[in-house]
């Protein structure tokens, strides 16, 4: 019999933890996270205490391997499977198909775990891409659930609709067999930009290139002259390269020919708006509209992870702004997680 206080669950492709923490958050315990990339380890291990990361290549991992490294067992009606996998080839953002190859399967490997450990509940969360294509294996995944006596229920939910101080949007499943199940309705309590970044929020005013002490990590990359002055020419509060393209000495190669698209690039964000993705390049102005709405640089690692709601004291350990802003923008925000997580304890009994 499935018992709240008795749920736990398996984090794969848990990264540094970002669904871990809202699990965790919400009352679940998170016996480990699986992942192949050990760079996430100390991070995930560091903020996510009782919880172990193994370091598995899920494409070569039995799931008999996971049984004796956790010591879980079959059938275990408490038992949680979350499986948010990178899956990069189904994204609707632009992405090299033949580099991201290897993300195109990844919930296949994750649906023999969920064959044979048949746990009572299923989460994933996911690029919305990977339901709609035709060819997509989600299809197929949700098919075999329904054959195993789940309860299946899935959608595309934009995160911002739930407190999420983003525009993020994923597809998101819940499946059980041991109860009724359903997404979790939309709060719609939005929270911008304004709401958590900022000096009342305790983000000091820097500059571009400033390294911030660890473990707050209010870094922000340097930018090269040129780049600061094309932000100094960006209006404040959402303003974007229009007001130097066309200006010689600064106008981008790239967009040359004058056409009017992507102005998310070199853009800024607006402060009484959700902000947009936060993806793996936050850190970049070259990358999207990850400008700070004032200040003449890009939004720093911290303000990314909060825009993501990962706590201010989460601890990201890394080799460069490189590898930190890519274990921030992978993440499932763990205040999504935790809202899951909590529609998960009210769905048992």
Partial sequence: MTKRNQ??????FSGAGGLTNGLMTSGIKVLGGVDN????????EKNNKGAVFLERDITKYAPTDLERDLKITRKDDNMIFAGCAPCQFWSIIRTSKEKSKKTKNLILDFQRFVEYFLPGIVLVENVPGISSKKDSPMGNFIAVLESLGYNVAHDITDMSLYGIPQKRRRFTLLASRVSTISLPKPTNKQKTVRDVLGTKNGFYKIKAGTTGNAPFLHTAANLSDKNIER????????????????KKGYQLDCYASGEKKFYDTYGRMWWDRPS???TTKFFSISNGRFAHPEEDRA???REGATLQT????YQFIGTSMASIAKMIGNA????????????IVESVQ
């Fill in 37 to 44: 990339d050990g760079s996430c380890k100390a991070t995930f």
């Fill in 276 to 278: 947009p993705t936060i």
């Fill in 310 to 313: 990962f706590p201010k004291n």
């Fill in 332 to 343: 499932v925000p763990p205040k999504f997680a935790e809202i899951i997580g909590k529609q």
């Fill in 7 to 12: 749920l736990k669950a398996v984090d794969f």
């Fill in 299 to 301: 939004i720093s690692l």
């Fill in 231 to 246: 932000l100094r020419m960006t209006d404040k509060n959402g303003g974007d390269r229009s007001k130097w393209q066309n």
